[in-house]
């Protein structure tokens, strides 16, 4: 499980996705479901990003490298008035291709990344401060493409090769390592992430501290690619994943000096994803005509297309407390106990159309 200022990511790859500014990490090993309000089996990574300062303070560093490679980061932080502090933060990261895609010239797996992070940061009144961020993150690139390496003695090779059916024939790359690949136009990929929390502590009468964790997430993927590895558009693929979620997390703890220390709370957490689509603007698959003229245009038939579409839900309430008791100097004994519901629903729609 990721966590970023105490907000649970529902997904991994997005929780670590181009952070600015990190301060700690944090790795707790599983299971935990005791302390933090999700539980997660394997485990926690837990990232804490640097917090507004007192002070104005300002940070720039730019990496460059072959391949047209800048990276840029820049920050910002110090006082707007009397108790409220901010801290922006953004990133550039740009690469060229490091292939050639012989369909149209092209270069692909290059980077085009840009991540932006506002944070607020209230203390001005005492025993109580809000913390308040909000980020978003984009990378549009033609990526996600490997050498389009063909074995000329394979079935497909030969037929690419003209040898099974005269007339359907492309050029064949026989080297699987030398960057080149065959791809039509369509492949793409993009990858869209924003969000944000909000986090309270209040402390009461200097012996408890009460936390509210509130977050929203969401992101969405787009990718688009010509399977067939050839100069021939046979078959074209795109998914499509969206996904929103919102946590809520109550905390309340012991402070601490005392040889009893304990932490109880209560954790809400509601998501929604979409994968693949209906919309036959950008169908799953579609039968290209690279087929035609050919026997298989019988069973491939040009301009066919599939679409599919998948929704999921989840939604689950948990409460936990873990507690240590130092019985000597040298031994603790401590104890954790959970209770969580669970509820997970789908749906998945399929359409076929025949060209």
Same mark, same amino acid.
């Not at 497909?156 to 030398?178: H, R």
């Given at each position: 499980g990721i966590f970023s200022d105490d907000m649970f990511m529902p997904r991994s790859v997005f929780g670590l996705s181009d952070l600015l500014d990190i301060e700690q990490i944090e790795v707790l090993l599983g299971p935990q479901g005791t302390l933090y309000g999700k539980n997660t089996n394997s485990g926690v990574i837990s990232v804490r990003t640097r917090k507004p300062s007192e002070v104005f303070e300002g940070n720039i560093e730019m990496s460059v490298g072959n391949y047209g490679l800048i990276d840029t980061k820049l920050s910002l932080s110090g006082p707007i008035v009397d108790g409220l502090k901010y801290r922006i933060s953004a990133r550039s990261n740009r690469r060229d291709g490091i292939m050639e895609n012989d369909a149209n010239g092209q270069d692909l797996n290059q980077v085009d990344k840009q991540s932006y992070r506002a944070q607020l940061l209230w203390d001005g009144i005492e025993k109580m401060t809000v913390h308040a961020s909000a980020f978003y993150s984009l990378a549009d690139s033609r990526a996600n493409s490997g050498d389009g390496y063909t074995d000329p003695?394979? @079935?497909?090779?030969?037929?690419?090769?003209?040898? =099974? =059916?005269?007339? /359907?024939?492309?050029?064949?790359? =026989? &080297? *699987?390592? &030398?960057?080149?690949? /065959?791809?039509? *136009?369509? @492949? &793409?990929?993009? +990858?869209?992430?924003?969000?944000? #929390?909000? +986090? +309270?502590?209040? *402390?009461? *009468?200097?012996?408890?501290?009460? !936390? #509210? =964790? @509130?977050?929203?997430?969401?992101?969405?993927q787009i990718a688009e690619r010509d399977s067939g590895q050839s100069l021939l558009r046979t078959l074209d693929l795109s998914n499509e994943v969206e996904e929103n979620s919102f946590s809520q997390e109550l905390r309340l703890t012991s402070i601490g000096g005392e040889s009893l220390e304990w932490m109880a709370g209560v954790f809400y957490f509601k998501s929604h994803l979409t994968r693949g689509s209906m919309d036959s603007d950008r169908p799953y698959a579609v039968i290209g005509d690279g087929f035609a003229g050919t026997p298989f245009?019988?069973?491939? !038939?040009?301009?066919?297309?599939?679409?599919?579409?998948?929704? /999921?839900? @989840?939604e689950s309430l948990a409460f936990f407390g873990q507690a240590s008791y130092g019985v000597t100097e040298n031994i603790t004994l401590t104890a954790g106990v959970r209770h969580g519901t669970e509820e997970k629903s789908f749906v998945v729609d399929t359409h076929v159309h025949v060209g």
């Open positions: 003695n394979s @079935t497909y090779g030969l037929l690419l090769s003209g040898s =099974i =059916i005269p007339g /359907f024939s492309s050029p064949l790359n =026989i &080297d *699987d390592d &030398d960057r080149r690949a /065959f791809q039509n *136009d369509l @492949t &793409d990929s993009m +990858v869209e992430v924003s969000g944000g #929390s909000v +986090v +309270v502590n209040y *402390d009461i *009468d200097d012996a408890y501290q009460l !936390k #509210s =964790i @509130t977050g929203y997430q969401q992101w969405e245009a019988l069973l491939m !038939k040009p301009g066919s297309q599939a679409n599919w579409q998948s929704d /999921f839900e @989840t």
